[in-house]
T-cell receptor, first 115, second 113 residues
Framework: GAVVSQHPSWVICKSGTSVKIECRSL??????MFWYRQFPKQSLMLMAT?????????EQGVEKDKFLINHASLTLSTLTVTSAHPEDSSFYICSADPTGRGELFFGEGSRLTVL | GDSVTQMEGPVTLSEEAFLTINCTYT??????LFWYVQYPGEGLQLLLK?????DKGSNKGFEATYRKETTSFHLEKGSVQVSDSAVYFC????????????FGQGTTLQVKP
């Protein structure tokens, strides 16, 4: 099946710093990628849809200036958490749908801990 | 809007027990339905899917049947193993979602030897 890879798998940073998470599609081209945030009690929240060559589409309540998404190529989308605070600590997961039929392939996830 | 509701967990079973995780949905049109699984410390992966009413998706001994009359897609397995311990997510993909997958809240399954 299609492979989506995230990096880093975990990161610890100080409050106020920015952190970048990369999401790559390794064996297919992805014009669209999805960024999710997973809270401690499992629920998966769609943050934004990343669109290659154009602006990301953010879900209601997600701060676009806080969570910067860039999709500069057909195989790479990045999520930058700017001026991170402890409440941003979470598990961030990216995914892509190469078939266009809802069959998402997920990255391994990136656990962010902000001290 | 479209939504998915799963039974709350955790579900704790002994090895070889029968598993059912309930999932119901609300949607306009004719959505596709999915079960995704997340093993500890990993991302999600597709477990099975069904794209139309009365379809049965199956994989790794798990099954789920798309029931339009009851708007349900319950996950079942006849004999669970310790290695099945994971979080299971029911999801919906419909024409009204503009390409978004709608997830249920997830159900944790713990299988004890």
């Amino acid at each position: 099946g299609a492979v989506v890879s995230q990096h880093p798998s975990w990161v610890i940073c100080k409050s106020g710093t920015s952190v970048k998470i990369e999401c790559r599609s390794l064996d297919f081209q992805a014009t669209t990628m999805f960024w999710y945030r997973q809270f401690p009690k499992q629920s998966l929240m769609l943050m934004a849809t990343s669109n290659e060559g154009s602006k990301a589409t953010y879900e209601q309540g997600v701060e676009k200036d806080k969570f910067l998404i860039n999709h500069a190529s057909l195989t790479l989308s990045t999520l930058t958490v700017t001026s991170a605070h402890p409440e941003d600590s979470s598990f961030y997961i990216c995914s892509a749908d190469p078939t266009g039929r809802g069959e998402l392939f997920f990255g391994e996830g990136s656990r962010l801990t902000v001290l | 809007g479209d939504s998915v509701t799963q039974m709350e967990g955790p579900v704790t079973l002994s090895e070889e027990a029968f598993l059912t995780i309930n999932c119901t949905y609300t949607a306009t049109g004719y959505p596709s339905l999915f079960w995704y699984v997340q093993y500890p410390g990993e991302g999600l992966q597709l477990l099975l899917k069904a794209t139309k009413a009365d379809d049965k998706g199956s994989n790794k001994g798990f099954e789920a049947t798309y029931r339009k009359e009851t708007t349900s897609f319950h996950l079942e397995k006849g004999s669970v193993q310790v290695s099945d311990s994971a979080v299971y997510f029911c999801a919906l993909y419909g024409s009204s979602n503009t390409g978004k997958l709608i997830f249920g809240q997830g159900t944790t399954l713990q299988v004890k030897p």
